[in-house]
């Protein structure tokens, strides 16, 4: 495994969702809305690195580049705690002649 980020660091970030139940427009064009809005804040850290990872198929090795978060809040499914992968990326092959 290989570090390519420098530091571990805070993130934060705020997700809403508005359920619209009822609409009425007047005669004077004024809109109205109602309904629920639900509001998610989700705090974490994270750092990024690099891993060589063999290929369940085929048997080859390529070259992941994973960012790890651990988060402290979030939605009711969010991962409060351990560290999670919060983003994968398939990079290049490495070939065997490089091992």
Do not use: C, N
């Not at 960012?67 to 990079?91: D, F």
């Amino acid at each position: 495994m290989v570090l390519t980020s420098a530091e571990i660091t805070d993130h934060e970030r705020e997700v809403s969702r508005a359920e619209i139940r009822e609409l009425d427009v007047s005669l004077s064009g004024d809109i109205t809305l109602r309904g629920t809005e639900t509001t998610w804040h989700y705090r974490w850290q994270e750092f990024r690195f690099a891993t060589p990872i063999q290929d369940a198929d085929g048997g080859d090795w390529y070259i992941w580049w994973i960012t790890a978060r651990k988060y402290s809040s979030g939605w009711e499914r969010t991962p409060i705690g351990p560290w999670v992968s919060g983003a994968a990326v398939k990079g290049d092959q490495i070939l065997e002649s490089q091992f």
